[in-house]
T-cell receptor, first 113, second 114 residues
């Protein structure tokens, strides 16, 4: 049972435009969400996170939006750069599981020139 | 620079072999995790450990075991390797408070079982 879903396996965006990556979850107990970025042959690296008490968190070019009622979060990258080409995973956790994260299936972002 | 180090980047093993994947972290993290990454399935948790000699099953523990004798080291053991265990294996560590930037991952071990 996939509790965290990324329904778009891939996304292609032109350099300078906005990239929007989406993530849906089914477990209403989740209260903390993270995005990770992964390059080939490397481990995932932390990108940005958001607590369920917020609906938006920004860090430079990256913004995460959380819609709790829809159980949906999204990652916006503005402007997109070629170095952003990678696989992006969303992840979720809840207080009862301490630091255990449940990951989505990933979205491969390709930023074209 | 803080690190999670996995002993091998690439491994090729034969069906039925016992396989050890080693992971070492230098951040004094209490928690350590083993995931596998497969296309279309994302990252799936195999086992995790909250403390030395403590272990808990994740979502897909069948065919695997783990060992944590020291805080910095977490080993994944494939008791009898099978071809369906061909995958990318990722080790991670974290503090107990998940809000401290989540996990730090190693670079991964690409295991092929033939």
């Amino acid at each position: 049972d996939q509790q965290v879903k990324q329904n778009s396996p891939s996304l292609s965006v032109q350099e300078g435009r906005i990239s929007i990556l989406n993530c849906d979850y089914t477990n209403s107990m989740f209260d903390y969400f993270l995005w990770y970025k992964k390059y080939p042959a490397e481990g995932p690296t932390f990108l940005i996170s958001i607590s369920s008490i917020k609906d938006k968190n920004e860090d430079g070019r990256f913004t995460v939006f959380l819609n709790k009622s829809a159980k949906h979060l999204s990652l916006h990258i503005v402007p997109s750069q070629p170095g952003d080409s990678a696989v992006y995973f969303c992840a979720a956790s809840w207080t009862g599981t301490a630091s255990k994260l449940t990951f989505g299936t990933g979205t491969r972002l390709q930023v074209t020139l | 620079d803080v690190k999670v180090t996995q002993s091998s980047r690439y491994l090729v093993k034969r069906t039925g072999e016992k396989v050890f994947l080693e992971c070492v972290q230098d951040m004094d993290h209490e928690n350590m995790f083993w995931y596998r990454q497969d296309p279309g399935l994302g990252l799936r948790l195999i086992y995790f450990s909250y403390d030395v000699k403590m272990k808990e099953k994740g979502d897909i523990p069948e065919g695997y075991s783990v060992s944590r004798e020291k805080k910095e080291r977490f080993s994944l053991i494939l008791e009898s390797a099978s071809t369906n265990q061909t995958s990318m294996y990722l080790c991670a560590s974290s503090f107990p408070d998940r809000k401290i930037y989540g996990y730090t991952f190693g670079s991964g071990t690409r295991l092929t079982v033939v």
